[in-house]
């Protein structure tokens, strides 16, 4: 009799600690829910969603390998403008373009920005100003990774969204570190209007 009871009181205490468990995970199921929504909401709205403009991020020894991708996947995408963010000198560039039969009146060449973060700082606003919503962003797959996290802070805190078109390379992909120091950066961008590109300068570049 006493082993029943005692059973019984075991199984009643486990059965009350699970419930406390589950009490203090609903909180943050209430909180964790809406952003799984939300999120998924947005990929699938991206996803269907057909951008308005090329957006290409140059770089000082990779901007000619980037911009012939870009000609190939432009000629894909007839009528789309293009816009390059620093990339090679203007008479390369429109040479790579004319080649692959792309009208040069699409292109947007732009020569302000010093690394990264101000491939999109620079041209943000431009892009809200015509009106683009969703933009193709190319850039090569090792750096990726460190734009599409910057982008979607610049680009997102105008309404801007984006989808990522990979120029292939056999460089290995960049440290997570980057990617974190220069999403600070394009945070500190959209609270106070500085990019932070000195600093960044003086702790390993673009």
Known sequence: MRSREASHNHQLH????????????????????????????RAVRIYFEKPQAILVLGGSTVALERE?????????????????????????????????GVDLHRLNLDYQAVDTVTNFTTLVDELK??????????????????AQIIGEIVLGSRGIHLKPVSVPSEQPEEPLSKALRDGGRAVLWVTTGHTGASWSRLHGGR
Do not use: C, N
């Open 14 to 41: 486990h059965s009350k600690k699970k419930t406390r468990s589950k009490g203090k995970r609903f909180p943050w199921m209430l909180f964790i829910l809406p952003l799984v929504v939300w999120f998924g909401f």
């Open 68 to 100: 012939r991708f870009t000609a190939e996947f432009a000629r894909e995408h007839p009528g789309l403008p293009i816009w390059i963010s620093s990339g090679s000198p203007r008479d390369y560039t429109e040479q790579v373009f004319s080649e692959a």
């Open 129 to 146: 100003q015509q009106g683009v919503q969703s933009v193709y962003l190319v850039t090569s797959d090792y750096h990726m990774r460190r």
